[in-house]
């Protein structure tokens, strides 16, 4: 089964700072967008960044911008989430995934798969 194997997830205070990583042994990340989504609990999976199959386009939710940081390492064929200043409203599963249908908005999960188990962020203030 292909998927996405996500790490980096920890427990945190607010302030701090974490990088997510995401690898696959299956699909050779800079050949697809990519992007990074979150569930907290009780609420719905929601889009955080995307970057696009060039790596020179990214894009942001309010929520995180100027604060996370999305970005791919070719050579070791790993996309990462640098997330600083963590909040306790950054507290989910975090997940990355791979854009499947590309006439679809970036920023909705249906468009993505190849989703992995996901990495656990808390947040504590």
């Known amino acids: 089964q292909v998927q996405m194997v996500e790490s980096g997830g920890d427990s945190v205070q607010a302030g701090e700072s974490l990088r997510l990583s995401c690898t696959s042994s299956?699909?050779?990340?800079?050949?697809?967008?990519m992007g990074w989504f979150r569930q907290a609990p009780g609420k719905e999976r929601e889009w955080v960044s995307f970057i696009n199959a060039w790596g020179d386009e990214t894009y942001y939710t309010n929520a995180v911008k100027g604060r996370f940081t999305i970005s791919l390492d070719s050579a070791k064929n790993t996309l990462y989430l640098q997330m600083t200043n963590l909040l306790p409203d950054d507290t989910a599963m975090y997940y990355c995934a791979a854009r499947i249908r590309h006439d679809g908005r970036f920023d909705d999960p249906i468009n993505f798969g190849y989703w992995g188990p996901g990495t656990q962020v808390t947040v504590s203030s």
């Open positions: 299956f699909l050779t990340l800079n050949r697809e967008a």
